[in-house]
């Protein structure tokens, strides 16, 4: 979850490094719990056959084991299930001779809860319940005091610090803005926080806090490519190209679903021609082609896109959800006023496809 509302920070202020007077914007981001589970996998569950060894003794004689997560919302709290292993023994003479053990569910209730600097998200547990196979709760005290003690806090470890994410930011921003820019980089970073999270049927809403441009930015038209842009950029487009088929691919593979990929190819193919186009010059009597394929198909894709990512594993998925989060908050920024001058138009792409290019040269340079 770290990487992912990272990439989606570093996207929103991009744009913001070249402003000055600011004023405090709130911009919503959703967390699916597809998302959620990914990254409490993917931080936890990196023991043998996918399980999170929340305990052991020196001799791993005793231990406390979590098995395949199920994560959903209940009552303004996220609902976590894991299926338990545990065993209490003691070591004689390098044997192990196990005394108890019990099989059985752990669930628990987190709320999403913010600091009181509200510099850090993180989901602390508000009550654990344990079941046995047959639904009956565990009865056993020693055992259910360890779990209480043992699995909760590592259960709460999943979180967000904006502190100690400040610096990745500021180096990630820096590589693909100019370097008289990052004063101002600094200043955004510092008024970064979180200003709402709460739980709800389809995953966390997040509100992060940040200040913008006082006024909307009248960026001037961008010129179209040149021979040479066109040849860099179609360079750096057929790496995200060959990715999303190769994933369309695998996901129709994985969900047996031949309408999946003719639905995700079609638009794939759209989003090539609509881009290219974009990047040459256009009548100014004729209607955008970035514009007109975001409106007309970014309601059809989004769905498709969260189908895939719930599919994919978890570092493909991850890459997924970022995607779709990502363009859902270039229109959130288009409502408050496109306060950073990102706009959803050719202008926009050649904007941001020259800001990508010249990121990307300057790493390759290093």
């Given at each position: 979850?770290?990487?992912y509302?990272?990439t989606i920070?570093?996207?929103?202020?991009?744009?913001?490094?070249?402003?000055?007077?600011?004023e405090?914007?709130?911009?919503?981001?959703q967390?699916d719990?597809?998302l959620?589970?990914k990254?409490v996998?993917?931080?936890?569950?990196?023991?043998?056959?996918?399980?999170?060894?929340?305990?052991?003794?020196?001799?791993?004689?005793?231990?406390l084991k979590?098995?395949?997560?199920?994560?959903s919302?209940?009552g303004?709290?996220?609902?976590?299930?894991?299926d338990?292993?545990a065993?209490?023994?003691?070591s004689?003479?390098?044997q192990?001779?196990?005394?108890?053990a019990w099989?059985?569910?752990?669930?628990?209730?987190?709320?999403?809860t913010i600091?009181?600097?509200?510099?850090?998200?993180s989901?602390p547990v508000?009550k654990?319940?344990?079941?046995?196979?047959q639904?009956?709760?565990?009865?056993?005290?020693?055992?259910?005091?360890?779990?209480?003690?043992a699995?909760?806090p590592?259960?709460?470890?999943?979180?967000?610090?904006?502190?100690k994410?400040r610096?990745d930011m500021?180096r990630?921003?820096?590589g693909f803005l100019?370097?008289?820019n990052?004063?101002?980089i600094k200043?955004?970073?510092a008024?970064?926080?979180?200003?709402g999270a709460?739980a709800?049927d389809?995953g966390i809403?997040v509100k992060?806090?940040?200040?913008?441009?006082?006024?909307?930015?009248n960026?001037?038209?961008e010129?179209p490519?040149?021979?040479?842009e066109?040849?860099?950029?179609q360079?750096?487009w057929?790496?995200?190209?060959g990715f999303?088929?190769?994933a369309?691919?695998?996901?129709a593979s994985?969900?047996?679903s031949?309408?999946?990929?003719?639905t995700?190819t079609?638009?794939l193919?759209?989003?090539?021609?609509?881009?290219q186009?974009?990047?040459?010059s256009q009548?100014?009597?004729?209607?955008d082609?970035?514009?007109?394929?975001?409106?007309?198909?970014w309601?059809?894709l989004a769905?498709?896109?969260?189908?895939?990512?719930k599919e994919l594993?978890?570092?493909?998925g991850?890459?997924?959800?970022?995607?779709?989060a990502?363009?859902?908050v270039m229109y959130?920024?288009e409502?408050?006023?496109?306060?950073f001058?990102l706009?959803?138009?050719?202008d926009?792409?050649?904007?941001?496809?020259r800001?990508?290019?010249?990121?990307?040269?300057?790493a390759?340079?290093?």
């Amino acid at each position: 979850m770290n990487k992912y509302l990272l990439t989606i920070i570093v996207s929103i202020l991009a744009g913001a490094a070249k402003t000055g007077l600011a004023e405090p914007h709130n911009l919503p981001i959703q967390l699916d719990y597809s998302l959620i589970k990914k990254a409490v996998v993917s931080q936890l569950f990196k023991g043998e056959g996918g399980a999170a060894e929340v305990w052991n003794d020196k001799h791993k004689c005793s231990f406390l084991k979590l098995y395949n997560p199920r994560i959903s919302g209940e009552g303004g709290q996220i609902k976590l299930l894991n299926d338990v292993q545990a065993q209490l023994g003691k070591s004689f003479a390098g044997q192990c001779i196990p005394f108890l053990a019990w099989d059985g569910a752990l669930e628990t209730f987190q709320k999403p809860t913010i600091s009181a600097d509200q510099s850090v998200l993180s989901i602390p547990v508000t009550k654990a319940n344990a079941y046995d196979k047959q639904g009956r709760q565990l009865a056993i005290a020693q055992l259910q005091d360890l779990i209480l003690k043992a699995a909760a806090p590592k259960l709460a470890e999943v979180k967000l610090d904006l502190n100690k994410s400040r610096g990745d930011m500021e180096r990630t921003l820096t590589g693909f803005l100019p370097k008289e820019n990052a004063g101002e980089i600094k200043k955004i970073l510092a008024t970064l926080k979180f200003s709402g999270a709460e739980a709800n049927d389809d995953g966390i809403k997040v509100k992060l806090a940040f200040d913008a441009p006082l006024k909307k930015l009248n960026p001037k038209p961008e010129a179209p490519f040149t021979e040479a842009e066109q040849k860099q950029w179609q360079a750096n487009w057929q790496e995200w190209d060959g990715f999303l088929s190769k994933a369309i691919n695998q996901a129709a593979s994985e969900t047996q679903s031949q309408e999946l990929r003719d639905t995700l190819t079609e638009i794939l193919v759209e989003s090539r021609s609509a881009f290219q186009a974009g990047l040459k010059s256009q009548s100014p009597e004729s209607a955008d082609p970035v514009r007109v394929f975001f409106t007309d198909t970014w309601q059809k894709l989004a769905p498709q896109l969260r189908t895939l990512a719930k599919e994919l594993p978890e570092i493909e998925g991850l890459r997924y959800m970022t995607f779709i989060a990502a363009t859902d908050v270039m229109y959130e920024l288009e409502n408050i006023g496109a306060p950073f001058g990102l706009e959803v138009s050719s202008d926009g792409l050649r904007r941001l496809a020259r800001m990508l290019m010249a990121g990307k040269q300057q790493a390759e340079a290093k």
